[in-house]
């Protein structure tokens, strides 16, 4: 499904800051966006979870909920996945779970959208989702999302170093993946330096910009030396899909700095025209 090394990646995944893993707000706004189901008489719920992001894994649900974990990469389930009682995970791709119709209660990921190859494969994964969930369930996932207007090489290497500074480091290692991504929404890890060169000019001359120089520096070399792919769509293009197949699609922005990157989007009920997909 996806042509990353995750194995690269994730045996970095305790290092890497905020917001490249949920912080405790990002955490507060999925519990929210799942308040119908955590509001009734604390019943046991069955959860669903699109990935093994450790912070997810750790969320507790009412007593005697289970956790269901799927990711399509077993060096990224051997590298995070860490067994609880309750949880269970499986190695399947998210177009084709191993779950009968209407199972789960809740389905929650964090930026597993965005580790699909293309912004055009969510509809298989969005069509088993709605199969597996119940009717009154909800999806809550995190995403990187593109801003609006979309940033370019050149602005974000002229404008980063006021609007970002808060979080800078962070911010510039998501946002020039963003910022070079193809018209397509995706961007190639590899491809950063060559984009750069193509429109900027030199690339140390460019980090020096945003300010990555030392450590920094050689944090986002190591970023752009993963064979990886990742996609990142807009606000309208994630309201648009989703609401091919939910009836209701919310996007709330955490407060903090970067927040506008990474909304939590959540959807729930059936759009017209996808009762025959739950069935």
Known sequence: MNDSTWGTEGSLWLSIPQ?????????????????????????????????????LTAIDWPDGSTLDAVDFDPVMIETLWRD????????????????????????????????????????????????????????????FMQPAPRLTLAALMHDAAEKYAGFRDAAMRLMIPMASSDPDGTSHSRA?????????GDLDSFLAALGQEGEAKE?????????????????????TIFGRFFAEVDIVFPDYDCGFLCPMVSARGVADGQASTSA
């Open 19 to 55: 917001p490249f893993v949920p912080s405790p707000e990002d955490l507060a706004l999925l519990r929210q966006a799942c308040a119908a189901q955590l509001r009734d008489g604390g019943a046991p719920l069955r959860v669903l979870m699109l990935g093994v992001t450790p912070g």
């Open 84 to 143: 609880r009682e309750g949880a269970s995970c499986h190695c399947a791709p998210w177009q084709d779970m191993p779950f009968p119709d209407d199972h789960f209660d809740v389905v929650i990921g964090d930026c597993s959208f965005n580790a699909l190859p293309a912004i055009a494969d969510y509809d298989g994964v969005l069509n088993e989702v709605l199969r597996i969930l119940r009717p009154s369930g909800t999806l809550a996932v995190r995403f």
């Open 192 to 200: 950063i330096p060559g984009k750069v060169a193509e429109q900027c």
């Open 219 to 239: 944090r986002a070399l190591k970023t752009f030396g993963f064979d990886q792919r990742l996609n990142y769509p807009t606000r309208e293009q994630v309201r």
